[in-house]
């Protein structure tokens, strides 16, 4: 069964950090571009930042560049999106998404709640 979980989400006042992680099983994590991809409140789907199968390439949302970073440990099989400086526009539910490198099959996780306020 395949199984995307993420966790790390919460409440925080504007400034400080959080990271998330997403746990992944089921499938061959090194076969697959991971992302993150989060919904604001009314809004639609925005990808924030992506990380290659080798965790060679990553690319970011221009929102958050330079605040956020995404990564991955495949001995853990998780990938990881440090985010720094937050802002209250980053509030979102935040999804953990895998893409095949090879057959562009996609999973996704069933989010977590990050809301920034002060």
């Known amino acids: 069964e395949v199984q995307l979980v993420e966790s790390g989400g919460g409440l925080v006042q504007p400034g400080v950090s959080l990271r998330l992680s997403c746990a992944a099983s089921g499938f061959t994590f090194t076969s697959y571009a991971m992302s993150w991809v989060r919904q604001a409140p009314g809004k639609g789907l925005e990808l924030v930042a992506r990380i290659g199968s080798t965790g060679g390439t990553t690319n970011y949302a221009n929102s958050v560049k330079g605040r956020f970073t995404i990564s991955r440990d495949i001995a853990k099989n998780t990938v990881y999106l440090q985010m720094n400086s937050l802002k209250p526009e980053d509030t979102a539910v935040y999804y953990c998404?895998?893409?095949?490198?090879?057959?562009?099959?996609?999973?996704w996780g069933q989010g977590t709640q990050v809301t920034v306020s002060s």
């Open positions: 998404n895998a893409v095949s490198t090879w057959t562009s099959r996609a999973y």
